[in-house]
């Protein structure tokens, strides 16, 4: 027998730019967008019956309509703002997922009006909602962070292809991939808790004597559940941007941990979580 699994389908990576004019002072919000719904979905699939579906290309000039109607705060309020209009609106609609990234600019200080892309990481947010619950995850894309020195690396397995020096000083690399879960969906102060647990993640990286990359990971998620208390999980993904030392011998130089290839690849990737014993459950927080 052949059935229908689950499924969902949505529109992908709305782009859409809010600017907010308050006189001369000018501010803006620069998105992401990409929404997916599920529900009474069985026909469309079966029977090419489209009575059940919100196009979308609705769902695309949703976003466009609440970005006017409703301004872009927090990308977290503006998720759950779209996710319970989907289902809330639409009796074939019973779940919705809304992923967001927002790019940040910062103020070109000559201007109230002109701007300069920020190299700051991307921050993100994932919001479910079910029509009675809703589930939301904050996070950050590609924060890039370097330690030079108070990181070591040895007494791990030797075997037949093991090549790799063991090292007591050695520069430690990444650009961290995090998400975190809120216990309550309706946090409101969203910046406040994004600056929070990206500070709690910056001095936990810094101030760890790393032993390992592993290491550092659970420092950073324990760091960013202690000072965040709306915070229940963390998930972090490190990719090991590893800094090889340059072999200056042939030019009759030493090399005393100064000079190193930056490899980009292939790279060690590090992943884990960390939650609170006491975490409620994650329903689809993390789909």
């Known amino acids: 027998m052949i059935i229908l699994g689950p499924n969902r389908y949505g529109k992908a990576e709305t782009r859409v730019v809010r600017v907010t004019r308050h006189g001369d002072a000018h501010s803006i919000k620069d998105l992401n967008v990409s929404t997916a719904l599920s529900g009474d979905m069985s026909a469309v699939h079966l029977s090419g019956d489209n009575s059940a579906v919100l196009t979308t290309d609705a769902q695309k000039n949703t976003v466009y309509a609440f970005a006017g109607k409703h301004g872009i705060g927090a990308i977290e309020d503006f998720a759950l703002l779209l996710a319970r209009h989907f289902v809330d609106s639409q009796p074939t609609i019973h779940h919705a997922r809304v992923a967001v990234e927002e790019y940040a600019w910062e103020r070109n200080a000559a201007s109230g009006h002109s701007f300069v892309r920020s190299g700051r990481e991307t921050r993100t947010c994932v919001a ?104 229940c999980e963390a998930r972090l993904s490190l990719p090991n941007r590893h800094h090889l030392l340059v072999d200056l011998s042939p030019f009759g130089l030493g090399n005393e941990n100064e000079v190193f290839f930056a490899a980009d690849r292939p790279y060690g990737l590090i992943e884990g979580a960390v939650l609170r014993d006491d975490a409620p459950a994650a329903g689809p927080a993390w789909e």
């Open 128 to 231: 479910h909602y079910d029509g009675s619950r809703a589930w939301v995850v904050s996070g950050l894309a590609d924060l890039v962070l370097l330690n030079t020195t108070n990181s070591e690396f040895w007494g791990y397995i030797k075997d037949e292809y093991t090549t790799l020096p063991e090292t007591r000083d050695r520069i430690l690399a990444t650009a961290v991939n995090a998400s975190w879960r809120h216990a309550e969906p309706d946090e409101r102060d969203w910046d406040k808790s994004y600056d929070r647990a990206r500070q709690a993640m910056l001095a936990a990286f810094a101030d760890t004597y790393s032993l390992s990359l592993q290491q550092t990971l659970y420092a950073m998620g324990a760091r960013v559940l202690a000072g965040c208390p709306e915070i």
